[in-house]
């Protein structure tokens, strides 16, 4: 299903006002200036599901843009599944043969590229050793996606080395700096909503995919929508569904899929599958990559949202969630400390238990829950959505073309 397109007037009535008037102002400045995004899948995960939506607006703000796409061989995508890891402080090996794979799938499709861009924003370690190919004309920005507060030196200086040569660095948090010979830049992350993610959805609409899914419509919902990776910690939201359990009548939901350059997905939905041993209130759903309207309507019919994560760059599901009026339970790790406003829009946990104890809260609380949840919308919409990533792109541009 393609996502229906809008056109920047379409937000007016959304985005905090001043911020569409802005948007045209900055435009403006960077007039036929032409843009290049790199990441390294087209579906599956949060870079994608943003360049999908930012891509067109750009366009229609009179920016030439386009999105090229690294794809690279069964080694490639575990090396830099490994790399991701190591940036965000795991353990790995890393042999020599992998660091020669990355260099040598990056020079290969780079050299198939054109890169006559402006300006260009290179996202994640994927491709960021295309910067041997920038032209002397074009500014290059890398983006970072990840949590990279606590990085593996060893990789990290690897990957540095290229990073170093760009115009500048885009971290998703103050805490993800390093120390770099280079301008870093603070830009978050955003939703769009207007997407088949976001939109409102009728009730008509929710009950039909609660049913395609046998999800009772009469039990309050727990939710988690995630890759089915580690840093998740999916088997902890289990664990703390368990303990709920207990004491509350409930069901969870696992709603996941997989990244095309995320190799491990299928190693984690078997240990969830594992662990959810049989339990007819635990769903677990390995959806496709479109599955939009399926994953809107699942979080707008959840009672709790979590997102119990160990490590997160920011956290788009916990976005998505709150700006459908959900209070988010959250890993107190990385953006998800800067979009949870604890107490306020939701809670930070650290632990299985304390994530039981806030699901319960919430559970045994619907009004404070709902006062949540009107918050955590109001939040979203003055910090999260897409239009003010657009505005931070814009100012982006005339800051490396040295525009006044
Ligand atoms: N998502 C999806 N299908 C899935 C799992 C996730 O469409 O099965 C979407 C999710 O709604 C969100 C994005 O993928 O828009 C995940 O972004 P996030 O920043 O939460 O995590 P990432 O996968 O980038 O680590």
């Known amino acids: 299903m393609v996502d229906e397109k809008f056109t920047i007037d379409s937000y007016r009535d959304i985005a905090p006002h001043g911020v569409i008037d802005l948007l045209y102002r900055l435009a403006e400045k960077v007039q036929g200036k032409s843009l290049l ?13 943003m360049l999908l939506r930012l891509v067109p607006l750009f366009n229609e703000l009179g920016i030439q843009t386009k999105w090229d796409v690294i794809t690279g061989t069964p080694l490639f995508y575990k090396t830099t599944k490994r790399f991701h890891n190591a940036l965000q402080g795991d353990e790995q090996e890393i042999t020599p043969d992998m660091y020669d794979e990355y260099k040598v799938v990056n020079e290969k499709i780079a050299s198939e590229l054109s890169f006559d861009t402006d300006v260009a924003v290179i996202h994640d370690p994927q491709p960021a050793a295309f910067i041997n190919q920038k032209p002397e004309h074009s500014r290059w920005v890398w983006r970072c996606h990840i949590d990279i507060s606590m990085p593996r030196r060893k990789v990290w200086n690897f990957l540095k ?13 103050p805490s993800f700096a390093q120390k770099l010979p280079i301008p870093q830049y603070l830009i978050y992350p955003s939703i769009d909503p207007l997407s088949d993610k976001n939109k409102e959805l009728s009730d008509e609409v929710i009950n039909a995919v609660l049913a395609k899914y046998n999800i009772p419509d009469d039990k309050p919902m727990i939710l988690q929508v995630s890759r089915f990776d580690n840093f ?8 703390a569904y368990k303990i709920v359990k207990k004491y509350n009548e409930c069901c969870l939901v696992l709603a996941g899929g ?12 078997n240990a969830v599958n594992n662990a959810a041993d049989h339990d007819n209130d635990i ?3 390995d959806l496709p990559p479109d599955a939009n309207i399926e994953i809107n309507a699942l979080q707008r019919a959840a009672a709790v949202v979590l997102q119990k994560s160990t490590k997160e760059g920011f956290g788009l599901t916990v976005a998505e969630a ?15 400390t800067l979009q949870i406003i604890y107490g ?13 104890y806030r699901i319960r809260y919430l559970l045994n609380n619907p009004l404070i829950s709902e006062e949540m949840g009107i918050k955590a919308k109001d939040y979203t919409r003055r910090n999260f959505l897409i239009t003010r990533h657009l505005c931070d792109y814009l100012a982006l541009m005339v800051t490396v073309l040295d525009i006044d």
Do not use: C, Q
Request: proline share 4%.
């Open 37 to 49: 995004h790199v990441n390294s899948t087209r579906f599956g995960g949060g870079v994608a599901e």
């Open 161 to 173: 080395e290229y990073v170093s040569r760009y115009d500048g660095a885009i971290f998703s948090l």
């Open 232 to 239: 998740k910690d999916p088997l902890g939201v289990i664990k």
């Open 258 to 269: 997989s990244a095309a350059d995320d190799p491990e997905g299928m190693e984690v939905l």
């Open 283 to 285: 769903h677990v759903l």
């Open 322 to 336: 709150m700006w459908k009026g959900k209070p988010v339970i959250g890993g107190a790790v990385g953006g998800i």
């Open 344 to 356: 306020e829009t939701g809670f930070t946990v650290n632990s299985v238990e304390g994530s039981a």
